[in-house]
T-cell receptor, first 112, second 114 residues
């Protein structure tokens, strides 16, 4: 089945690292994604990882993928107040590339 | 500038009325999508279209209708049959030949039923 789960809320202090976690159920997912949504706006693609990779780093962002546990995480180094937003993980299910299945979203609050 | 536009940004409707949300893209993308977002529930797929004049139901299509007469346009009609239409609606598009299969999103329309 297709189900992607995230914790709803994370609060950190400016300058700390943030780790947002996601679990998914479709082990055949080809790509997994992280999207960012700022208040009242659409979703912006932050990064993606191919299923045969364990880690991907892009500036302050590090994505870790544990296929055995079907666990995906996004680490934001040196978190800034501008990083406050909702973060969604998403997968491409086995039914094909036509659809993405999104998690419930994690609201990240960064305090000064 | 290429992108996806949605209009209007805010929409109010009286109960029992149909309303149409606009979505236009000039990215020459093949597929287009409509999602509904409610607090704490993430994004749920309403309808999607792979090519012109063809579309498929998503997970929550009841009470909604779409058309895809042009590649760049994918309007969504929220009908009076939709029992709880107040939500944030997001349109997205995707290029079939994209390497990473990513979807690009519009800014959204917030619909409120009075």
């Amino acid at each position: 089945g297709e189900d992607v789960e995230q914790s709803l809320f994370l609060s950190v202090r400016e300058g700390d690292s943030s780790v947002i976690n996601c679990t998914y159920t479709d082990s055949s997912s080809t790509y997994l994604y992280w999207y960012k949504q700022e208040p009242g706006a659409g979703l912006q693609l932050l990064t993606y990882i191919f299923s045969n990779m364990d880690m991907k780093q892009d500036q302050r962002l590090t994505v870790l993928l544990n296929k055995k546990d079907k666990h995906l995480s996004l680490r934001i180094a040196d978190t800034q107040t501008g990083d406050s937003a909702i973060y969604f993980c998403a997968e491409t299910p086995n039914t094909g590339f036509q659809k993405l299945v999104f998690g419930t979203g994690t609201r990240l609050l960064v305090s000064p | 500038d290429g992108g996806i536009t949605q209009s209007p940004k805010y929409l109010f409707r009286k109960e029992g009325q149909n309303v149409t949300l606009s979505c236009e893209q000039n990215l020459n993308h093949d597929a287009m999508y409509w999602y509904r977002q409610d607090p704490g529930q993430g994004l749920r797929l309403i309808y999607y279209s792979q090519i012109v004049n063809d579309f498929q139901k998503g997970d929550i299509a009841e009470g909604y209708s779409v058309s895809r007469e042009k590649k760049e346009s994918f309007p969504l009609t929220v009908t009076s049959a939709q029992k709880n239409p107040t939500a944030f609606y997001l349109c997205a598009s995707r290029l079939d030949r994209s390497r990473y299969n990513e979807q690009f999103f519009g800014p959204g329309t917030r619909l409120t039923v009075l």
